[in-house]
């Protein structure tokens, strides 16, 4: 099993930053992605960005592309999303997820590949 604890949520201003930390814990030898989604009040999780345990290999939702920026620190089992120019279409509770499988459909992007998934953390931006 894996646990995940994210952190760094909170209420910013339209153009502003956050940093989102993922901490994982217990069989994270196991882990081959970690990505982050994210949910509206009345949508569909959706998929914000990913990266990969063994090469550090990034992906990225059209919408966030030259905002936001993934990445990790193997030595602290934490992943990262830097959002920067944040805008409130942005707002959502985003969720931290692990997967341990050998491949991965639509290029990291989809929910049901990943089998670990942390608690969430609001974010929320005002214009």
């Known amino acids: 099993q894996v646990q995940l604890v994210e952190s760094g949520g909170g209420l910013v201003q339209a153009g502003g930053s956050l940093r989102l930390s993922c901490a994982a814990s217990g069989r994270t030898f196991s882990i081959s992605a970690m990505g982050w989604f994210h949910q509206a009040p009345g949508r569909e999780r959706e998929f914000v960005a990913a990266?990969?345990?063994?090469?550090?290999?990034?992906y990225y939702a059209n919408s966030v592309k030259g905002r936001f920026t993934i990445s990790r620190d193997n030595a602290k089992n934490t992943v990262y999303l830097q959002m920067n120019a944040l805008k409130p279409e942005d707002t959502a509770v985003y969720y931290c997820a692990a997967g341990d499988k050998r491949y991965y459909y639509s290029d990291f992007a989809s929910g049901d590949d990943y089998a670990y998934w942390g608690q969430g953390t609001q974010v929320t931006v005002s214009s």
């Open positions: 990266i990969t345990s063994s090469d550090g290999r990034t």
